[in-house]
């Protein structure tokens, strides 16, 4: 799949198993820190989007493929951690990560994800800055981390619940 964006020359593409060169060589310092990175890339375990500005690799977004968490009511909520997204320093200012973002939400919301959340260091200001103008809040504070999450849906997908003694039924958004 890949969107291109014309009028920037913003061209973005599911990323996969071939491209660990080209993403080592535009994000490894931050692919460093990411445990058994290579053996989840093989496995398959992480959604990755890259961006091309006029066909040089320009960034990257990186997050794991499913992942589910609990909520209040016992039930399994669809949640995306987003690992990290990364512009190269060269194309800053190009509206690059913006795109991979919006697109990112827009592949999440049509797998009918509830959540986007990113783990950040406390002080890492800029991105809590840029994240937060793409509607994150914060959600937890757990030692020099802060956790930022945005909902995609609020509702849970429920849209009528009808109790009644002869059929009982949820309605949901699809």
């Known amino acids: 799949m890949e969107i291109n964006r014309q009028k920037s020359k913003i061209v973005i593409k599911l990323g996969n198993n071939e491209d660990l060169i080209e993403l080592q ?13 290579e053996i989840n890339l093989q ?3 992480y959604f990755i989007l890259t961006a ?5 690799l320009s960034a990257v977004l990186l997050a794991e493929k499913k992942h589910s968490k609990v909520d ?6 669809p949640k995306v951690k987003l690992i990290f997204l990364y512009v190269n320093p060269a194309y800053r200012n190009n509206k690059i990560g913006s795109n991979l973002l919006r697109y990112f939400v827009k592949v999440q919301r049509g797998k009918k994800i509830a959540a986007i959340y990113i783990n ?6 800029v991105g809590k800055k840029f994240l937060k103008k793409y509607k994150f ?5 757990k030692d020099n981390n802060i956790v930022l999450e945005r909902n995609l849906w609020y509702d849970f997908g429920i849209k009528a619940y009808n109790f009644s003694n002869e059929r009982k039924y949820i309605d949901f958004y699809y």
């Open 25 to 37: 060589l535009c994000a490894n310092d931050f692919i460093d820190f990411i445990d058994d990175f």
């Open 43 to 45: 496995n398959e375990k």
């Open 137 to 141: 809040f914060q959600i937890k504070t």
């Open 120 to 125: 950040l260091p406390r002080k890492y200001t």
């Open 52 to 56: 091309y500005y006029f066909k040089n």
């Open 72 to 77: 209040a009511l016992g039930n399994l909520v």
